[in-house]
Nanobody, 128 residues
Framework: QVQLQESGPGLVKPSQTLSLTCTVS??????????WTWIRQPPGKGLEWMGS???????YYSPSLKSRTSISRDTSKNHITLQLSSVTPEDTAVYYC????????????????????WGKGTLVTVSS
């Protein structure tokens, strides 16, 4: 039921700010127990967690990107926004948004975690 869709320009010039929007449907970004995450994958490289925003609006960032990264939300539009400033060609990547979920395991007091829904991703190229 929950669907996520990344959108934004596919080409950004060096030194400018990359801005992407994750549109969430089928669920509210303010529902308790969920957070919303941005992940990226440069060509030929592994996945990199960038940061998250919780259902209450708290944000957390990768230490390597914290100085350049801002994640925000528009609750009226069910949007999660990523801004990455001062971009370089090394920021070229497929950018994904995903939902983080925690739940109680039936019959126990244990919890499990999952990034249970992902968008398809969008390629952003940083080039002059």
């Amino acid at each position: 039921q929950v669907q996520l869709q990344e959108s934004g320009p596919g080409l950004v010039k060096p030194s400018q700010t990359l801005s992407l929007t994750c549109t969430v449907s089928g669920g509210s970004i303010t529902t308790n127990g969920y957070s919303w995450t941005w992940i990226r994958q440069p060509p030929g490289k592994g996945l990199e967690w960038m940061g998250s925003i919780t259902f209450s609006g708290n944000t957390y960032y990768s230490p390597s990107l914290k100085s350049r990264t801002s994640i925000s939300r528009d609750t009226s539009k069910n949007h999660i926004t990523l801004q990455l400033s001062s971009v370089t060609p090394e920021d070229t990547a497929v950018y994904y948004c995903a939902r983080d979920s925690w739940a109680v395991v039936d019959g126990t007091l244990d919890y499990y975690y999952a990034m249970d829904y992902w968008g398809k991703g969008t390629l952003v190229t940083v080039s002059s």
